[in-house]
């Protein structure tokens, strides 16, 4: 089923700063309406295709999410319909958004777009898909990440700043979102880098019980032209 996910998903649209901790820890402005960009379909790491490849010169943060499916095409959505927002939404899989933290910061620096922080291969690991019976309320689930043994992140989705169906509203007044494409709903506090040889956990929770997880290692990429040098 996720094969089939990556051969149909075109677009990648992620929500940034819709957690409050984690605009803070960032020392980020907060957002006054939904703020998204996008990641290429080519960052996606299917369950049991890693590992997450490090750039040269590149630290590496992990950044893990809720990712809604879609599952029809949706144009000019009314923010408050919550329940076509729902109804839009075919299945559920977790993911973590991996970001080139200098390489952003210093385009952030310059002025310049950071596509690049957001789109290197691999940078997209995800889970299985997630039936939406498994996530009753995506507004009341559980996200985890750990490194080694170690908790980074644990936080539940009932602290977005903006919830789903103003998401969607606003994605879908500027850009169609169509069958197969993936929303990423932000990610919590406690970002950090991991390093050649560590080990990422992700997990989703509903009501105390684990309902998907991801496992993937990481590695420094040692082919490819790509090196980072701050200039």
């Known amino acids: 089923m996720t094969t089939a996910f990556r051969n149909n998903c075109r677009k990648i649209i992620c929500i940034g700063r819709n957690y409050a901790d984690h605009i803070t820890e960032l020392n980020s402005a907060k957002p006054k309406q939904p703020f998204f960009f996008l990641k290429p379909t080519s960052s996606l790491l299917l369950p049991g295709q890693g590992p997450v490849l490090l750039p040269k010169g590149v630290n590496v943060h992990y950044e893990v999410e809720l990712g809604l499916v879609i599952g029809k095409t949706l144009k000019d959505l009314d923010p408050e319909d919550h329940q076509g927002a729902l109804d ?38 995800i889970s299985n898909l997630i039936p939406k019976s498994a996530i009753p309320d995506p507004h009341n689930a559980f996200l985890r990440l750990s490194v080694g043994d170690q908790v980074r992140q644990a936080d539940n989705t009932n602290l977005m700043l903006y919830q789903i169906p103003r998401q969607l509203a606003d994605i879908s007044r500027v850009m169609t979102l169509e069958e197969g494409d993936l929303v990423l709903t932000g990610t919590p506090k406690g970002v950090g880098q991991v390093k050649n040889g560590e080990v990422m956990r992700a997990e989703i929770e509903v009501d105390g019980k684990q309902v998907e997880r991801i496992e993937v290692e990481c590695r420094d990429r040692v082919e490819g032209r790509y090196e980072f040098k701050e200039t």
């Open 88 to 125: 839009s939404i075919s299945s559920y899989l977790l993911a973590i958004d991996m970001t080139a933290r200098n390489v952003q910061d210093e385009a952030k620096r310059k002025g310049l777009p950071w596509s690049i922080a957001k789109g290197f291969d691999t940078f997209c690991p």
